[in-house]
């Protein structure tokens, strides 16, 4: 069973592969097959509907990078996690979110839900 | 279908309703009929198990009461929000949790997780 931290990296390590094989490796390691991603502006399911939209968001915003920026905390099968999107160079947020998870029994992720932040 | 401030505040009165009848009236207003609560102490199945769950928490905090800080924010079928524990006398929480909530679809709580954040 993959610990939490690990499977936390490889969420954003997901986010921030644009490599498409890479990405989906990622992508298979870090959710369960039945999983599920709904933030204020996307809902997907299954790991192909990830994958899509986070190739989706990437061509959004070329040019920055998921950063995690506290967490995880854990606690029976929950996780939440702070993330900021900065630039390739720099380390100021131009976005802020933080996800909250269920976690499969075996370890990766099943439901994650994200919000986003204020970002002044 | 319940406004989401409405099913928050009916939340935080449940946890400060300490006379039986009433709280377990805003409990059945407040939580779908399958909810389930679990935060890092505590996890609780049903209107049964979440109305004693919160009986207990009041017998261990007497003089104490939930104060909505922050949200509720709300997307899709998901809430999250904070909450202070407070004295009666007194505003400075004594403890600070995030709640993350999933809804049914008649607006009532359904999956309610429970962080607690360091309190200085």
New interface residues.
């Given amino acids: 069973m993959p610990d939490v931290s690990a499977v936390v990296d490889g969420y954003i390590a997901s986010w921030n592969e644009t490599d498409p094989e890479r990405r989906r490796q990622l992508v298979e390691a870090t959710f369960a097959a039945d999983a599920s991603y709904?933030?204020?502006l996307v809902?997907a399911d299954g790991r192909d509907g990830i994958d899509a939209t986070i190739a989706a968001v990437q061509r959004q915003f070329p040019g920055y990078r998921f950063a995690l920026a506290a967490g995880p905390?854990l606690?029976?099968d929950?996780v939440?996690f702070t993330w900021h999107l900065v630039p390739d160079a720099g380390d100021a947020p131009v976005a802020i979110g933080?996800d909250?998870a269920t976690l499969a029994t075996d370890g990766r992720l099943r439901a994650v839900?994200g919000?986003l932040e204020q970002v002044a």
Same sequence: chains 1, 2.
């Fill in positions: 709904v933030d204020p809902a905390d606690h029976h929950r939440r933080q909250f839900t919000f």
